[in-house]
């Protein structure tokens, strides 16, 4: 899913880039970097040169900087739409692994919270609550594959949400969410193979 995703992100950006860059003034500053890059090597022996080879060089850059932020405010918000929804796939880890996870809940202060779950999903912590955000959380571990009901009562306050050991989260109520590590660090991988593509379609379809 990462590499498909990956590759996705990589195409946007690469026709975000063929249809919104100024191709002609990109290659003269590219050029004129590259003069600049020379000249330094030529006139490495004379400070003043070296100096306006520098301030050239620097010019060039932002100028090329410059080029590139149209396709990429067009590229962003659709890159942007890929990524939050390959994170509801991969960045959490499901219960089955054995990892602990977070429960919290968002219940009233003055009352005694109590946790209501699935036979094969337990508590391993006592309940620790954050009085300044009404939140009370538990730190649950699943003890087997299985899906159903959790609950969290707290005097007249009675919270439900669904819960699937196998894919994390599928439905919660508004007050209760769950807290889980990454999964894998899929962020950089996904952006590394979207670079990757848009650089080598940029390669050899100029």
């Given at each position: 899913m990462i590499p498909l995703c990956g590759a996705l992100a990589g195409a946007i950006l690469f026709l975000a880039f063929r249809k919104f860059t100024h191709a002609a003034a990109t290659r003269t500053w590219k050029r004129r970097r590259q003069a600049y890059v020379l000249s330094l090597y030529l006139f490495g022996d004379e400070p003043a040169q070296s100096l306006r080879a520098f301030g050239?060089?620097?010019?060039?850059?932002?100028?090329?900087?410059?080029?590139?932020?149209?396709?990429?405010?067009?590229?962003?918000?659709?890159?942007?739409?890929?990524?939050?929804?390959?994170?509801?796939?991969v960045a959490r880890t499901p219960l089955t692994d054995g990892r602990a996870a977070v429960l919290t809940a968002r219940v009233p202060a003055n009352c005694d919270p109590r946790l209501e779950t699935p036979?094969?999903?337990?508590?391993?912590?006592?309940?620790?609550?954050?009085?300044?955000?009404n939140e009370v959380s538990w730190r649950v571990r699943a003890a087997a594959p299985g899906a159903g009901t959790v609950g969290i009562a707290c005097g007249a306050t009675h919270l439900e949400a669904a819960i699937d050991s196998t894919r994390g989260v599928r439905s919660w109520n508004s007050a209760i969410r769950l807290s889980q590590l990454p999964a894998e660090p899929w962020l950089g991988w996904f952006s590394v193979i979207a670079a990757t593509v848009a650089w080598a379609l940029l390669r050899f379809f100029p």
């Open positions: 050239r060089i620097a010019r060039a850059n932002a100028a090329l900087l410059l080029h590139a932020l149209p396709p990429l405010i067009v590229a962003a918000p659709l890159v942007a739409a890929i990524a939050f929804w390959l994170n509801g796939w036979a094969w999903l337990r508590s391993d912590s006592p309940p620790v609550r954050v009085p300044s955000a």
